[in-house]
């Protein structure tokens, strides 16, 4: 089996990325939406990162999409602009063959380069069946910096939210160049 090639996302890949995290939302716990977005809000989200200048990029293996990670604003305001948050999604049969850990470094390496100084990982469910996005972390080396307890309910239940970090690049080392 070939390695996934990591590249920047395209247009043309809304349709798979959204397919992607439709089934994320009505079977897992990692987004916290109700009801899977349609190809036009997904197109919408998509060029706002990109207009943004943050990296959004896919897994791809003989032309079929098997991931997708991007980054976005932590928070809104301008003193957090040196801080992402990332996103990272895998299709269900490419799940536990290291697509995860290809988009992460991919995409810790594109951050750094654009600058930004620390990554936050928001997990949802971090403590129970989204297990698997917290060692993907642990393994990338962020690490634990709090849990909000019982904030979600999703599926007939109640949902920790878990956050993590890792300083990307010079950290904060020296104040950000922008």
Not at 26 to 50: C, I, K, N, V, Y
Not at 101 to 128: H, K
């Amino acid at each position: 089996m070939t390695t996934p090639s990591i590249r920047p996302g395209l247009p043309a890949d809304i349709p798979a990325i959204a397919a992607i995290y439709a089934h994320a939302v009505l079977h897992g716990t990692a987004s916290w939406e109700l009801e899977p977005p349609d190809d036009g809000e997904m197109q919408r989200r998509f060029e706002a990162l990109l207009a943004g200048g943050y990296p959004y990029l896919v897994a791809e293996r003989d032309g079929a999409i098997l991931g997708y990670a991007y980054a976005g604003a932590y928070r809104p305001r301008p003193a957090y602009r040196a801080t992402v948050e990332n996103s990272i999604y895998v299709a269900p049969a490419a799940q536990g063959l290291g697509i995860g850990s290809l988009l992460l470094g991919a995409l810790m390496q594109a951050c750094t380069e654009r600058g930004f100084r620390q990554m936050i990982a928001v997990i949802g469910d971090g403590t129970g069946g989204s297990i698997g996005s917290r060692r993907l972390h642990e393994r990338a080396g962020f690490r634990l910096i709090g849990v909000a307890e019982k904030v979600g309910f999703k599926h007939g239940r109640w949902l920790d939210q878990m956050l993590m970090q890792k300083e990307l690049g010079e950290g904060d080392h020296t104040p950000p160049g922008f």
